[in-house]
């Protein structure tokens, strides 16, 4: 059984930084962990993925500059530094894990594993 355990959310001035971090744990092959939100009333969208043999990393124009996503191998963990944070960043962020493949995706539907989630809430 896989599970991933979030953990960093909270309330942050606009500008302010917050570090999250998800934990995995069970046995699987990850191929890529991912960091997503969602804010009410809109569709869940990814913030940054990394390709957990490469560490290569991928971001949307809305974040880039401003999050970064790493990983700790030995820790099965993956974290998202988030610096320069705007009331438009706050969300529910989740977790995500795709096992199935090597293939490169930035859709939900394409990560098998998510974690509880955790609220960032940015004030301006």
């Known amino acids: 059984q896989v599970q991933l355990v979030e953990s960093g959310g909270g309330l942050v001035q606009a500008g302010g930084s917050l570090r999250l971090s998800c934990a995995a744990s069970g046995r699987t092959v990850s191929r890529y962990m991912g960091w997503f939100r969602q804010a009410p009333g809109k569709d869940r969208e990814f913030v940054a993925i990394?390709?957990?043999?490469?560490?290569?990393?991928y971001y949307p124009d809305s974040v880039k500059g401003r999050f970064t996503i790493s990983r700790d191998k030995g820790k099965n963990t993956v974290y998202l530094q988030m610096n320069s944070l705007k009331p438009e960043d706050s969300a529910v962020y989740y977790c995500?894990?795709?096992?199935?493949?090597?293939?490169?995706?930035?859709?939900?539907?394409?990560?098998?594993?998510w974690g509880q989630g955790t609220q960032v809430t940015v004030s301006s």
């Open positions: 990394i390709k957990w043999s490469t560490s290569s990393t």
């Open positions: 995500a894990l795709r096992v199935r493949n090597d293939l490169y995706t930035p859709f939900p539907s394409g990560y098998e594993y």
